[in-house]
Nanobody, 123 residues
Framework: EIQLKESGGGLVQPGGSLRLSCVAS????????MSWVRQAPGKGVEWVST????????YYTDSVKERFTISRDNDKNTVYLQLNSLKTADTAMYYC????????????????RGQGTQVTVSS
């Protein structure tokens, strides 16, 4: 059974930083691209970032480029998302998911994901 467990969210002021983690189990982690997505209240699921299985390729949606950094530690079966220079528009529930989900029509109910971690950016 695939399990994903996100953590690291919280309340932060604009301009602040957070580091999200996602611990994975139940599949061959180092053979799987991983992605982060987010869902703001009342909005659809937005792809945020993807990292290739060995971490050699990373991709970001335009709104987070130069602010967010995705990374992974295959020895720990963990994928990270470093969030810097946070904006109120980044407020959302963040989820990790398996595979490269760029370009997909995402539905939170049908995705392989954990329980998510809430990021709230507010002064």
């Amino acid at each position: 059974e695939i399990q994903l467990k996100e953590s690291g969210g919280g309340l932060v002021q604009p301009g602040g930083s957070l580091r999200l983690s996602c611990v994975a189990s139940g599949f061959t982690f180092d053979s799987t691209d991983m992605s982060w997505v987010r869902q703001a209240p009342g909005k659809g699921v937005e792809w945020v970032s993807t990292i290739s299985q060995w971490g050699t390729r990373t991709y970001y949606t335009d709104s987070v480029k130069e602010r967010f950094t995705i990374s992974r530690d295959n020895d720990k079966n963990t994928v990270y998302l470093q969030l810097n220079s946070l904006k109120t528009a980044d407020t959302a529930m963040y989820y990790c998911t398996t595979h490269d989900v760029r370009g997909f029509d995402l539905n939170i109910e049908h995705m392989t994901r954990g329980q998510g971690t809430q990021v709230t950016v507010s002064s």
